[in-house]
């Protein structure tokens, strides 16, 4: 008994660009969200939370009010 494959259409790989860019969106997103949270969570400390972070109102306060498109530059490397 022989057994043959389907020749009529040849076997192709999937591009692999894709699942990566949209694994990249996916992480931007993510991480961006992330940040929105923690900027909340930073707004709405108190002062004794701040100064044991060691950071004032004033700079908390800064930091909360930025953009979420204005990342750290730790996250840009």
Same mark, same amino acid.
């Given at each position: 008994?022989?057994?043959?494959?389907?020749?009529?259409? !040849?076997a192709r790989?999937? !591009?692999?660009?894709? !699942? +990566?860019?949209?694994?990249?969106?996916?992480?931007?997103v993510?991480?961006?969200?992330?940040?929105? +949270?923690? +900027? +909340?969570?930073?707004?709405?400390? #108190?002062?004794?939370a701040?100064? #044991? *972070?060691?950071i004032?109102?004033?700079?908390?306060?800064?930091?909360?009010?930025?953009? *979420?498109? #204005?990342?750290?530059?730790?996250?840009?490397?």
């Open positions: 008994m022989t057994y043959t494959a389907n020749s009529c259409t !040849p790989a999937l !591009p692999c660009t894709t !699942p +990566r860019v949209r694994f990249s969106l996916l992480s931007f993510s991480a961006r969200l992330s940040l929105l +949270r923690q +900027r +909340r969570a930073l707004k709405s400390l #108190d002062a004794r701040l100064e #044991d *972070i060691g004032s109102r004033s700079e908390a306060m800064k930091e909360a009010e930025r953009q *979420i498109w #204005d990342a750290p530059e730790s996250w840009k490397g």
